[in-house]
């Protein structure tokens, strides 16, 4: 056993590796200031540690980390997380306008990311790093798969397949679920020309319904899908017969959510009705068709509720699992705790209905808010889509009362339909494109996918700063003074 001798005071290297589980970074800095062998001590054991400690959970990144010292992902952390505080960032359209407005949605892999638009999946492939100093890992447009029969595109979700990461269950606007696995294209195959994908009708997934599937969800083996009326499917894409169970929740249905990881696996549906946001209960052979909790609003009027995802890991409340956020037909984001006891009495709806422990809202806009997500700098960020003008709005829940927001690069008129929120890059998409916004060190050029100028047809509206590579958007905070 090595031991440390300062000052007369003798520390086997094992106690201090134990101490250094609960040091800050600026303590770590400190005591590797103190001499060679404790400087070792920290670079060997000190920064692993904290990255234990201090989760950033981030599809894009995973490729890089691999490579990455546990050094340079603390560097990584520490200067994203600085320019979360002062809301800095890069913003960058991925593609120029498409010729028609379309309700798009996006997911996201730790190798591609997937928009899917209309009958047409796009697909951005994303690459490692070996190191920090070669900057940030890249986004590359790599092409786009249509579908022969042009079905539309309604949800599209990641699900599990062996080690394969290009495997997803895309619902569309007939009521059919499919299992598609995208192919890496070919080189020297034209990425301008959609490669076709023939999708055979005799192999659902799941249940077939006879309107749209609105929403497409997963946790572990576990596919959860809703369609526009109300239909709610289970199903365990492991197995060989895929169906688990099907309810009906009899009104116009938005979001769902399930979580496998909680001790009570549950699912949530976010609907239009007197209780717009309920959780269901899933046994290992079914849904429960009644709900084991009503989440209410702070309004009466919220009669909608258009969002649905997990808490933000970092949080007052600590990283549980029975927390959800969401977002509302009024412009609100509640965010409700399933552990806590604070019930609406005299209010209709069994159980009783549970009120939010933190509400937040944008003061200068009462938009509906179709998308939401969580993540960010500390792992502790909220991120909104409103429904009008693209506006995205952060709030930390460390500081609930001092939000912002940002208009997505082009400024369009229209809603962000779909947000994913990593430690350090925001992508989302509206109607006219797909975007991103990097809080991250290291961006150039080369990051993400060049765009040639907009010809006359495109009427692209994007400015480009003068650094080269981000484009200029309009940003607010959200206090009236």
């Not at 606007?173 to 080189?187: A, K, M, S, Y």
């Not at 600590?318 to 927390?323: D, I």
């Not at 952060?394 to 400024?411: C, I, L, M, Q, Y």
């Amino acid at each position: 056993m090595v031991a440390v001798e300062a000052a007369g005071l003798i520390l086997p290297s094992d106690v201090l590796i134990i101490v250094m589980e609960n040091l800050s970074i600026e303590d770590l800095i400190n005591l590797s200031y103190t001499c060679k062998f404790v400087n070792l001590l920290v670079h060997e054991f000190g920064w692993s540690l904290y990255l234990k400690h201090n989760v950033r959970s981030s599809f894009t990144l995973q490729l890089a980390r691999r490579s990455w010292s546990s050094f340079d992902q603390v560097r990584y952390d520490v200067a994203s997380d600085r320019s979360w505080t002062q809301a800095k960032f890069n913003a960058r359209p991925l593609s120029h306008s498409w010729r028609i407005k379309l309700q798009p949605i996006i997911a996201l892999s730790a190798s591609v990311l997937l928009v899917a638009a209309g009958y047409t999946i796009y697909v951005y492939h994303i690459t490692g790093s070996s190191s920090l100093d070669d900057g940030a890992p890249r986004v590359l447009y790599e092409g786009s798969y249509s579908f022969t029969d042009r079905r539309e595109i309604t949800s599209i979700t990641f699900i599990p397949h062996g080690h394969s990461e290009r495997t997803v269950a895309v619902g569309f606007d007939d009521g059919h679920i499919h299992r598609v696995f995208l192919p890496h294209f070919r080189q020297g195959q034209p990425n301008n020309k959609p490669l076709a994908l023939n999708i055979e009708r005799d192999s659902p997934l799941g249940l077939r319904i006879v309107d749209l599937v609105e929403s497409l969800t997963c946790s572990d083996d576990m596919l959860l899908s809703l369609s526009s009326f109300g239909t709610a499917g289970l199903c365990n894409v492991s197995s060989d017969s895929p169906l688990v169970s099907a309810i009906n929740l009899d009104c116009r249905s938005w979001s769902s959510f399930i979580c496998m990881k909680s001790s009570t696996p549950f699912t949530a549906f976010g609907t239009t009705s007197p209780n717009p946001l309920v959780v269901h209960a899933v046994t290992p052979f079914s849904l429960s068709p009644t709900p084991f909790a009503i989440l209410h609003s702070t309004r009466e009027r919220s009669t909608a509720v258009y969002g649905i995802t997990n808490a933000p890991p970092s949080a007052p409340w600590g990283s549980s699992k029975q927390v959800i956020v969401s977002g509302w037909y009024d412009g609100a984001v509640q965010v409700h705790d399933m552990r806590s006891g604070r019930r609406d009495t005299g209010v209709t709806g069994t159980p009783a209905p549970l009120r939010p422990m933190l509400t937040f809202r944008d003061p200068w806009s009462d938009e509906p808010i179709y998308s939401v997500s969580c993540g960010g700098g500390s792992s502790s960020f909220v991120a909104a889509g409103t429904a009008r003008h693209s506006v995205v709005a952060f709030w930390d829940v460390r500081r609930p009362t001092e939000g912002w927001s940002v208009h997505a690069p082009g400024n369009d008129t229209s809603p962000v339909y779909s947000l994913i929120l990593e430690s350090s890059r925001v992508f989302g998409v509206t109607q006219s494109r797909p975007f991103v916004l990097d809080f991250g060190p290291g961006v150039t050029k080369e990051t993400y996918p060049f765009l040639p100028a907009s010809t006359h047809s495109q009427h692209d509206s994007l400015k480009l700063k003068k650094n080269g590579f981000g484009y200029c958007v309009t940003q607010y905070n959200h206090g009236r003074a």
